[in-house]
């Protein structure tokens, strides 16, 4: 257990619904993320929180929505998903500053968009 | 920005040999290696990380090594067993934020009993 929570564990969803991930985390870190991790390609930054804000939006697309209503929770709203965005999501969270951040990661969320 | 290459794609070895994962870096000005390992169903866990100060690093089994110069690090697993199988990803770090984490491709390393 890293001390980074993600739910669900396994999401199924249809392009025309909207859903939600959910990443908790219990390590008082100040900065999240969320990577996306598809087969036999390089994790895949998508969003940082730092402090509650947003610092960086690695051209992902508006389907992708993410949230941070404080540093412990992230969320990742999905709408209207293509199939090719079946992966598995990551949350991952560190402590901002310093040398060398360590960076621990949730178990992910499998997604499968049909 | 940061290029990490990893080689190879995917390695089986006996139980009880080694295994070696390579990866090499762009920016001489990276200065925090770490390795993750992720098991199937799993987020990728930290098992060790190296410095660039600091050539070399053991943890039980496992050790990295660095090489500034030649900017590459590798990753040794002695006495390998059959839970070691697992995807191996190398990192390269930029700065004092984890966002500056950039990843290799991964090493399916397969242990065979």
């Known amino acids: 257990e890293t001390g980074v929570t993600q739910t669900p564990r396994h999401l199924v969803m249809g392009m025309t619904n909207k859903k939600s991930l959910k990443c908790e985390q219990h390590?008082?870190?100040?900065?999240m993320y969320w990577y996306k991790q598809s087969a036999k390609k390089p994790l895949e930054l998508m969003f940082v929180y730092s402090l509650e804000e947003r610092v960086e939006n690695n051209s992902v697309p508006s389907r992708f929505s993410p949230e941070c209503p404080n540093s412990s929770h992230l969320f990742l709203h999905l709408h209207t998903l293509q199939p090719e965005d079946s992966a598995l999501y990551l949350c991952?969270?560190?402590?901002?500053?310093?040398?060398?951040?360590?960076?621990?990661f949730g178990q992910g969320t499998r997604l499968t968009v049909v | 920005g940061e290029n990490v290459e990893q080689h190879p794609s995917t390695l089986s070895v006996q139980e009880g040999d080694s295994a070696v994962i390579k990866c090499t870096y762009s920016d001489s000005a990276s200065n925090y290696f770490p390795w993750y390992k992720q098991e199937l169903g799993k987020g990728p866990q930290l098992i060790i990380d190296?410095?660039?100060?600091?050539g070399e690093k053991k943890d039980q089994r496992i050790a990295v090594t660095l090489n500034k110069t030649a900017k590459h690090f590798s990753l040794h697993i002695t006495e390998t067993q059959p839970e070691d199988s697992a995807v191996y990803f190398c990192a390269a770090l930029l700065s004092g934020s984890a966002r500056q984490l950039t990843f290799g491709s991964g090493t399916q390393l397969t242990v065979l009993p």
């Open positions: 991952a969270s560190s402590q901002e500053g310093g040398i060398g951040t360590e960076a621990f």
């Open positions: 390590l008082g870190h100040n900065a």
């Open positions: 190296i410095r660039s100060n600091v």
